[in-house]
C-alpha cells in the first residue's frame, strides 16, 4: 500500500512463482492517476489485485460519473502528463466500490485508471 497516492497492490498467494522478486511502483506526474510497475514484463500465475483509492480523484466530484477501466500501456511515452490522456493497448474491466476501483493484473508494464473516453486515446482520472 503507498498511502500518498492510495494504491494498493494485492499479490495473491501463488502468484509469482520464483524464490524471490522485488517489485517496484513509480507513480507518474502529472495529471494521471498512472503507475510504471518494475519489473517490466514479469508474467504472473494468478493476476495481482490493482486497488486505487478515488477520494483524491476528481472522479468523486463528477455529477455525471463515467465509468471506469483499468489501462495498460507498454511505454509511460503513451501518456501526456500534462493533459492526462494516453493512448493504451489494452483496456481493463474494472470495479468502482466503496471509492476505490479495482482491476487485475496480470504482467508488469504501465497501468492507469482511465474514463475510456475516446475511441483511440483515453483520458484518465485526475
Known amino acids: 500500500y ?6 494498493r497492490l494485492s499479490v495473491p498467494a501463488g502468484a509469482i ?8 511502483v ?3 506526474p502529472g495529471r494521471a ?7 517490466h514484463g514479469t508474467q504472473f500465475a ?11 480523484t476528481s472522479w468523486l466530484l463528477s455529477v455525471l460519473k463515467p465509468s471506469l477501466k483499468g489501462g495498460y ?9 500534462q493533459t ?8 481493463l474491466a474494472a470495479t468502482v466500490l466503496d471509492g476505490k476501483v479495482r482491476f487485475d493484473i496480470r504482467h508488469f508494464s504501465g497501468y492507469m485508471v482511465s474514463t475510456g473516453r475516446s475511441s483511440k486515446s483515453r483520458a484518465s482520472v485526475e
Open 17 to 24: 512463482t520464483t524464490d524471490r522478486l522485488t517489485i517496484t
Open 84 to 91: 492526462g490522456v494516453a493512448e493504451i493497448d489494452e483496456e
Open 2 to 7: 503507498i498511502p500518498e497516492t492510495g494504491l
Open 73 to 81: 500501456f507498454k511505454d509511460a511515452d503513451q501518456l501526456n502528463t
Open 26 to 28: 513509480t507513480a507518474l
Open 46 to 56: 494468478k493476476p495481482l489485485v490493482f486497488s486505487q483509492e478515488l477520494g483524491a
Open 33 to 39: 492517476v498512472a503507475y510504471e510497475f518494475q519489473p
